[in-house]
């Protein structure tokens, strides 16, 4: 198991007091202060714990090394001042000393440093033999059965390849499927022991239980064999099976993380860190992603700001942040939470992205309207990029043909220019007479190759700003020299627009 590194800060060491599980290191610091170079700076604490008010000149290095919602205070620290706005700053949360030692055994295992998460290739799965109905395969997004399942629950599909876990690993599964109302289905996972074929566990999730995200701890080192199994009759798409390295309770992917989900069980995540409380709050959304999770954590970070990372797993690296009514109203609501959180306006709000992140930032940036909008190789016409697969980009981005079919139900003409029209009826019915659009854009670019002009051409708004920067190659040729300009931009604004300097980046 990953050793988790944890800071105290107290007068009694907690070595002495509590007992710890073998994979907790835990340093005791009576005062504490950051030494430019020490191992202490270069390797982070994964864990804060308060046992005593932190002094005045602990808070601003204690600020820079702490993550949020990884801060816990005991009873001893009074919340109150300089302390207040740490605690709020990390989102501390209180722990009772009754609770302590519990805490320490349980918990803490689930504040690992990397997070983990992916989705099972689609093309891993096998339908069972004794399934002899109608079989169709929808590009990367499901497989599709048709027919009679049986009167008892028996296997439908499986995965080719098993996963492995290691004992004491926790996972978060997530089963993403569609069903007509006569047909039931559950999950069943066996776990075999490590280097042999002997079932040592064994698991049954009805519907019931699917309705949640399902938390496994593997019990012994071994492999995993998971398969669906169904009954009735009708219509059953298996459409992915999400699996994540477990927070237990503290979140997803990163401590604090944020899951919603729809009624046809579509995820979508976020994280927010408060930053110093002070404008703007910086919106990200994570580009074309398979191994699931947030982007640019570290990146936003630097920044010093509030900052909210927003993800979406779905299809194979992503679904442009595109759905139901339900699914799209998820993302401006939780930017607006944390505007009311922070207590902040449209103009103290900065949205961006890259590649896939760009359509997210501009298609909700139509409902908040805010300050500026960074951009970096910039997607708006959908449609294009899907119909662009065929001769300007064969084999090279095959996401966007699941995207076209999975919002039109088609691929054809119509298809590609119905779902260019639902970006662009919204962003043009916009009024963006207070917001700057920052782009950096590739001249040849082979998914949108119009982005740029047509984003221009359809701005009507007085007052709004405009500022381009292209580079000569197709979409995936100068991946650096795009981030490089994205990022001098985003300083840019933080110093001209909001006065932080760069000795708070």
């Not at 049954?204 to 938390?215: A, H, S, Y």
Request: charged letters at 25%; hydrophobic letters at 35%; proline letters at 4%.
């Amino acid at each position: 198991m990953v050793e988790i590194r944890i800071l105290q800060l107290g007068g009694e060491d907690w070595n002495k007091i509590y007992e710890l599980p073998q994979w907790v290191r835990l340093d005791h610091a009576e005062s504490f202060a950051k030494k430019p170079g020490s191992r202490r700076s270069d390797k982070p604490y994964d864990m804060f714990f308060f046992d005593r008010t932190p002094r005045e000149e602990e808070i601003e290095p204690l600020f820079q090394l702490i993550r949020a919602y990884t801060l816990f205070v005991t009873k001893n620290v009074e919340i109150g001042g300089r302390t207040a706005w740490l605690c709020r700053c990390k989102k501390a949360q209180h722990i009772a000393e009754a609770d302590i030692q519990g805490f320490l055994l349980k918990e803490t295992k689930f504040f690992y440093a990397k997070p983990y998460g992916e989705k099972f290739n689609l093309k891993d799965v096998a339908v069972s033999q004794e399934f002899s109905g109608k079989v169709k395969w929808n590009g990367n997004y499901a497989v599709a059965l048709e027919g009679e399942f049986g009167e008892t629950l028996r296997q439908v599909v499986f995965w080719r390849y098993n996963t492995f876990l290691n004992q004491g690993q926790a996972v978060d599964l997530w089963l993403e499927y569609r069903k007509s109302p006569g047909v039931s289905v559950s999950l069943e996972i066996t776990q075999f022991a490590s280097g042999g074929s002997q079932a040592v566990a064994h698991w049954e999730f009805d519907e019931g239980k699917l309705q949640q995200v399902i938390q496994l701890e593997s019990p012994v080192d071994g492999s995993l064999f998971l398969s669906v199994c169904a009954k009735g009759a009708g219509e059953l798409s298996v459409i992915a099976l999400h699996c994540r390295n477990s927070r237990g309770s503290h979140g997803y992917f990163l401590p604090g993380g944020e899951r919603y989900v729809t009624s046809d069980k579509e995820e979508a995540f976020c994280y927010f860190d408060p930053g110093d409380l002070k404008p703007p709050l910086c919106v990200y959304f994570s580009g074309y992603k398979t191994l699931q999770g947030f982007e640019g954590y570290y990146m936003m970070r630097k920044m010093g700001c509030p900052f909210l990372l927003v993800s979406e797993p779905r299809l194979e690296g992503g679904g442009f942040y595109m759905g139901s009514i339900e699914y799209e109203s998820l993302y401006a609501r939780i930017i607006q939470k944390y505007m009311k959180e922070l207590g902040f306006t449209a103009s103290q709000v900065v949205l961006s992205g890259l590649s896939m992140g760009t359509f997210g930032a501009l298609y909700y940036g139509c409902d908040i309207r805010p300050h500026a909008i960074i951009l970096g190789k910039p997607l708006a016409s959908i449609g294009n990029v899907a119909a662009n697969e065929k001769y300007s980009r064969p084999g090279g981005f095959p996401t966007s043909l699941d995207v076209l079919w999975r919002q039109c139900g088609s691929m054809d003409p119509k298809a590609v220019q119905a779902l260019n029209a639902r970006f662009w009826r919204k962003f043009k019915a916009t009024d963006w007479g207070n917001t700057k659009f920052i782009v950096s854009y590739m001249i040849e670019d082979d998914y949108d190759a119009d982005a740029y002009q047509t984003l221009i051409s359809h701005i009507h708004s007085e007052g709004a700003q405009v500022y381009g920067k292209g580079l000569h190659g197709r979409h995936n040729d100068n991946t650096d020299g795009i981030v490089n300009w994205f990022l001098g931009q985003y300083q840019a604004v933080l110093e001209d627009d909001f006065g932080r300097g760069k000795e708070k980046g």
